[in-house]
């Protein structure tokens, strides 16, 4: 993206280590910067619309291809790279054990 290329633009002139709000300021934004990347890169790339994502383009929820959890990682270039692995469905006890049945806790599209 054109504004991650920018970042390598920033310099903190105050040098000091103690309150210096500079340096936090950039830090944070460095931090704010990568989670809205990927963030938007992972909205993008979800063809579908799931809780508060919602897509005009996708209205329906798609368990079948995007019942997963998307993995994001930007380099120092702001190259966004999505990876996908799927989400666990066990729980940790049976429910013999003290552990509570799966059913109760199935997936299902919110209703507001």
């Known amino acids: 993206s054109e504004i991650w290329g920018e970042l390598k633009d920033i310099k903190v002139t105050d040098r000091s280590m103690i309150w210096n709000s500079d340096l936090v300021e950039t830090l944070e934004l460095e ?8 963030t938007v890169y992972g909205a993008a790339a979800r063809k ?20 997963k959890h998307t993995l994001a990682h930007v380099s120092e ?9 799927p989400v666990h469905t066990e729980t940790l006890l049976a429910e013999k054990d003290g552990g509570i049945n799966p059913a109760k806790i199935a997936p299902k599209a919110r209703v507001y």
């Open 31 to 38: 931090n704010l910067m990568a989670n809205a990347i990927t």
């Open 48 to 67: 579908e619309s799931r809780g508060a994502h919602a897509r005009e383009d996708f209205s329906a929820r798609d368990d079948a291809n995007w019942r």
């Open 77 to 85: 270039d702001g190259t966004v790279t999505l990876t996908y692995r």
